[in-house]
C-alpha cells in the first residue's frame, strides 16, 4: 500500500486529561472531523500499552470512517498494532531514523522541531512533516522559551524551498491567532505553513466541530494572505497617486468622525499626544490598565501602543490591548521607543511583535533598525544613544521600510529628516516638516497618535493612513515654524499645537512634498 496523501491543515492532537467534560474523546474526533480537522494524532502519555490500543482502535474505526489519517503519538508499537498511517515523535523519544525502519516506508513519521538544526535533521532522516513548537504558551507544555511566529519563521527559512517535508505549527495555536501566525511565519524562501496542530483549542472547547469550522477557516484565509505576501500580490490596494489624491478627504472624515484612539504611551508625553490627537480632530484615551483593555476594546477604533516609559504594568497592558485590537479587528499602532538601547526594550519589541499582529510600526532610523534584526531582516543596521538615533541613516532608507513591511506584512512609517512610507508594495518619501520638531520632547509619538487616528477611519488602507498622519503633523510643523511669535523650540511647541488645529484639507494636497519610490 503506498503512503497515504496527507492534508495537514488543521491538525488534532488528542490529550484525554484536557478533553470537555460534556463528551467522550471519541465524540471529540468525530465532531472535530466533521468540523474539518484533516489529520489526527492520538497522543496518550500515559496509557498502558494494552489500552492505548484499544483506544487507538475505537479513534481509528472513526477516521477511517472519514478517510483522515490517523498517526500515533511516541509509540511505534500501538502504531502497528492497529495499523495506523503513521507516527509522530519528539526529540527525547525513539529516533526519527529508527522510527522510520520500524514503520517503512509507506507511512507517515513526523517529529517535533523547535531549532533550525532540529528541522534540517528531521529533513536528512527521512521524516514526512515536522510540528514546529513551541509558538505560544500552551497547557500541555511548559517550555523553556517560545518561539512566536518570528521564531517559526525562522525555521521555515532554514529548509530548502522545494523540498516536499511538510510543516505544521504547534503551542497555543487558538481561533484568534491562527491567521496571524501563517501570515508572519511565512518565509522570504517562499515557504508558508502547511497547517497548524491544535490541542486545547479543540478537545477542551464546548463544541469541538465550531471549534474546527473557525480553526480551519482561520488557517484557510491566513495561507491565502500570505501566498498574496510571496507573490507579491497588488489587488486592491490604491496607487500612490490615488492615495495623494484621497488625504484631503481622509481629513475630513477624521475630523467628522473624531475616533477614539486608546493610548498605552510613554508618560513623558501623554499630555503632548492627547492634545496633538484632540487638535487634530481625534478623541484619546490614556488607559495604562491591562484590566480594562477588554472593555475599551469594545469602544475604541484604534491603539497606540509605546514602549517609551516601561513598566511592567504598562507592558501587560499592552499585550492586552493588542490581543483585544486583534480580535476586533481594530487598527493597532507600535512605537519602539529608543528600541535598541536597552535589552529590556529590546525583548519588550520582540515579545509585541511575537504576541500580536501590529498594523503600523513607526519609528526614527535607529528603532526600524532594531526592529529589522529582531525579525531577521537582513538590512543595514543603525546604533541608537538613548531614544535617539545615531550616524547619518541608512544608505537606502526606502529600501529598509520597504524590507521590514514585507517581513511583517505591515506598514513601516519612518521618521527623520525625509520620512519613509511603505507597505512593501507602495513606499513614498515625505519631505515636509522642521527641524524644531525634532528639537521637542514627544513629536515621534504624536506622529503615532495621528496615524492612529487616520488609521481607524481608513481600516482598508493603512499605508494611506500612515502618509496622512505623518503629512498632517508635518505640515503643521512647517506652518507654525514660520509664525512670527515662534523664536524658539518652546514657543514652537505651543504653536504646534495650534496649527494642528488650524490645518486644511485643501493644505494635505497643495503643500503635500510626496514622492513615490
Known amino acids: 500500500m503506498s503512503k497515504p496523501v496527507v492534508d495537514y491543515s488543521l491538525y488534532l492532537v488528542t490529550d484525554s486529561g ?67 498511517e503513521g507516527a509522530h515523535v519528539g526529540q527525547d523519544d525513539i529516533s526519527c ?7 517503512g516506508p509507506n507511512k507517515i513519521l513526523g517529529i517535533s522541531t523547535g531549532t533550525p538544526e532540529e528541522a534540517k535533521k528531521a529533513l536528512a532522516d527521512g521524516a514526512d512533516y515536522i510540528g514546529i513548537g513551541t509558538c505560544f504558551m500552551t497547557q500541555t507544555k511548559s517550555p523553556k522559551r517560545t518561539l512566536g511566529p518570528i521564531g517559526v519563521r525562522t525555521i ?6 522545494d523540498h516536499p517535508l511538510k510543516t505544521v505549527v504547534i503551542g497555543g495555536i487558538k481561533d484568534d491567532n491562527t ?50 505576501k510571496i507573490k507579491g500580490d497588488m489587488t486592491g490596494r490604491a496607487t500612490v497617486d490615488s492615495v495623494l489624491k484621497s488625504l484631503p478627504q481622509l481629513l475630513t472624515t477624521l475630523r467628522e468622525k473624531s475616533p477614539l484612539t486608546h493610548h498605552v504611551s510613554n508618560y513623558v508625553v501623554m499630555n503632548d499626544t492627547a492634545n496633538a490627537t484632540l487638535a487634530l480632530g481625534g478623541s484619546p484615551i ?29 507592558v501587560d497592558c499592552m499585550y492586552e490591548a493588542g490581543k483585544h485590537a486583534n480580535r476586533q479587528s481594530k487598527p493597532v499602532v507600535f512605537d519602539p521607543v529608543g528600541a535598541g538601547a536597552t535589552t529590556l526594550r529590546r525583548e519588550t519589541t520582540r515579545k509585541i511583535l511575537n504576541a500580536m499582529h501590529v498594523d503600523i510600526i513607526k519609528g526614527n532610523a535607529g528603532e526600524i ?30 529600501a529598509v521600510v520597504q524590507a521590514v513591511a514585507t517581513r511583517e506584512n505591515c506598514v513601516v512609517a519612518m521618521t527623520g529628516t525625509i520620512d519613509y512610507v511603505s ?38 488602507d493603512h499605508f494611506a493612513a500612515a502618509v496622512a498622519g505623518i503629512l498632517a503633523l508635518n505640515l503643521a510643523g512647517e506652518h507654525a515654524a514660520a509664525r512670527s ?33
Open 97 to 103: 531514523v529508527k522510527a522510520r525502519q520500524l514503520l
Open 18 to 84: 484536557l478533553n470537555h467534560p460534556s463528551r467522550t474523546l471519541l465524540q471529540s474526533v468525530e465532531d472535530s472531523i466533521l468540523g474539518g480537522v484533516t489529520l489526527v494524532q492520538l497522543r496518550e502519555k500515559d496509557l498502558p500499552t494494552d489500552a492505548f490500543i484499544d483506544l487507538a482502535r475505537k479513534v481509528h474505526a472513526i477516521t477511517k470512517k472519514y478517510n483522515v489519517p490517523l498517526l500515533i503519538n511516541d509509540n511505534i508499537e500501538v502504531a502497528l498494532a492497529i495499523d495506523a
Open 485 to 517: 511669535d515662534v523664536h524658539g523650540p518652546g514657543t514652537f511647541r505651543a504653536a504646534f499645537i495650534d496649527e494642528i488645529a488650524n490645518l486644511t484639507p485643501e493644505q494635505m494636497l497643495s503643500e503635500a512634498k510626496i514622492k513615490a519610490i
Open 423 to 460: 507597505d512593501g508594495y507602495r513606499t513614498v518619501a515625505i519631505e515636509n516638516g522642521h527641524a524644531y520638531q525634532g528639537r521637542i520632547t514627544g513629536s515621534g509619538c504624536m506622529v503615532a497618535s495621528s496615524i492612529a487616528s487616520f488609521a481607524a477611519i481608513s481600516p482598508n
Open 156 to 161: 521555515l527559512e532554514a529548509l530548502p524551498a
Open 286 to 314: 490614556m488607559a495604562p490598565s491591562a484590566v480594562e483593555a477588554e472593555d475599551l476594546s469594545n469602544v475604541v477604533s484604534s491603539v497606540v501602543l509605546n514602549i517609551g516609559t516601561l513598566t511592567e504594568s504598562f
Open 369 to 398: 533598525s532594531t526592529v529589522a534584526s529582531l525579525i531577521g531582516c537582513d538590512t543595514e543596521s543603525i546604533a541608537m544613544r538613548g531614544v535617539d538615533s545615531l550616524g547619518n541613516g541608512f544608505v537606502n532608507p526606502a
Open 179 to 228: 491567521r496571524r501566525v501563517i501570515i508572519h511565519s511565512a518565509g522570504a524562501n517562499g515557504r508558508i505553513l502547511d497547517g497548524i496542530a491544535v490541542v486545547t483549542g479543540i478537545v477542551g472547547a464546548k463544541d469541538a466541530k465550531v471549534a474546527s469550522e473557525k480553526l480551519h477557516s482561520e488557517f484557510k484565509a491566513g495561507f491565502d494572505i500570505a501566498t498574496k
